[in-house]
């Protein structure tokens, strides 16, 4: 079955870097939207960013312009978030969300984001 695992989560100072994992078991990224999204304690969870496989188009929130990229790396099916100049409004759990050319959607399990001083 399709799986989506997150990795690369940890706790970092405010102006520091992270670059997030999701690997993708049982398909291939082809003709696929992934994208990202956040959760921080007591928020709703919200987009943060997406890539279209079939053309690499990428979008982004407000407020991870200039300071995030999305990739995606379809010989290692993995899809990356690198995170550069954080503040403590980032903190919060982050979740790969894949989307298929038929709507379906499959969401990882989260991985934790600290950004503390």
């Known amino acids: 079955q399709l799986q989506l695992v997150e990795s690369g989560g940890g706790s970092v100072q405010p102006g520091g870097s992270l670059r997030l994992s999701c690997a993708v078991s049982g398909s291939t990224l082809d003709g696929y939207v992934i994208g990202w999204f956040r959760e921080a304690p007591r928020k709703e969870r919200e987009g943060v960013s997406c890539?279209?496989?079939?053309?690499?188009?990428?979008f982004y929130k407000d407020f991870a312009k200039g300071r995030f990229t999305i990739s995606a790396d379809n010989r290692k099916n993995t899809i990356y978030l690198q995170m550069n100049n954080l503040t403590p409004e980032d903190t919060a759990v982050y979740y790969c969300?894949?989307?298929?050319?038929?709507?379906?959607?499959?969401w990882g399990q989260g991985t934790q984001v600290t950004v503390s001083s």
């Open positions: 890539i279209q496989d079939s053309n690499g188009a990428t």
């Open positions: 969300l894949l989307t298929s050319l038929s709507r379906d959607d499959y």
